[in-house]
């Protein structure tokens, strides 16, 4: 297998709906993906190697619905791990400490975030600046234009 053949290894930091939770709970036979995990899984060139939450028998029920290699209950452990993308499924409040906290670990080529960024302009600011610095792609989850499901809706 060849470089450009790999699966990218992710992990989420988070375990709640918007991780995976919208895709486990929908309906049998609905279409669409509506979580991070779903649309790893889907697109098929992911990897989902850790799940990350502080609540660990959540992580380990969403690593076992989710198959993926490992949970942990720290960031910190996120953090002594390469990931090429992480995923940021947590509460608002709590983006702006673990996105500086894995900046400045440089675990990562990706960091993929729910909305908002950070809960002020200056907090936004900060984790963009220290993102240009250290060379990791930040990727705001912003809306779903793209998915006929919701351009149907307008």
Request: hydrophobic content about 35%.
């Given at each position: 297998?060849?470089?450009?053949?790999?699966?990218?290894?992710?992990?989420?930091?988070?375990?709640?709906?918007?991780?995976?939770?919208?895709?486990?709970?929908?309906?049998?036979?609905?279409?669409?993906?509506?979580?991070?995990?779903?649309?790893?899984?889907?697109?098929?060139?992911?990897?989902?190697?850790?799940?990350?939450?502080?609540?660990?028998?959540?992580?380990?029920?969403?690593?076992?619905?989710?198959?993926?290699?490992?949970?942990?209950?720290?960031?910190?452990?996120?953090?002594?791990?390469?990931?090429?993308v992480i995923s940021i499924c947590t509460p608002d409040k709590t983006h702006f400490e673990i996105i500086k906290t894995l900046l400045e670990s440089r675990c990562c080529r990706t960091l993929f975030v729910e909305k908002p960024l950070a809960v002020?302009?200056?907090?936004?600011?900060?984790?963009?600046?220290?993102?240009?610095?250290?060379?990791?792609?930040?990727?705001?989850?912003?809306?779903?234009?793209?998915?006929?499901?919701?351009?149907?809706?307008?």
């Amino acid at each position: 297998m060849n470089e450009s053949e790999k699966p990218l290894i992710t992990a989420i930091v988070g375990t709640g709906l918007m991780a995976g939770g919208y895709d486990r709970n929908k309906f049998a036979g609905e279409e669409g993906v509506y979580s991070h995990a779903g649309a790893y899984k889907r697109n098929g060139k992911f990897h989902l190697k850790t799940v990350c939450d502080i609540d660990l028998k959540k992580a380990s029920s969403f690593q076992r619905d989710w198959n993926a290699d490992c949970c942990v209950g720290n960031i910190d452990d996120i953090c002594s791990r390469f990931h090429d993308v992480i995923s940021i499924c947590t509460p608002d409040k709590t983006h702006f400490e673990i996105i500086k906290t894995l900046l400045e670990s440089r675990c990562c080529r990706t960091l993929f975030v729910e909305k908002p960024l950070a809960v002020n302009l200056g907090q936004a600011r900060e984790i963009m600046e220290k993102a240009r610095k250290v060379r990791i792609h930040l990727v705001i989850n912003f809306q779903r234009n793209f998915d006929n499901t919701y351009s149907e809706l307008s």
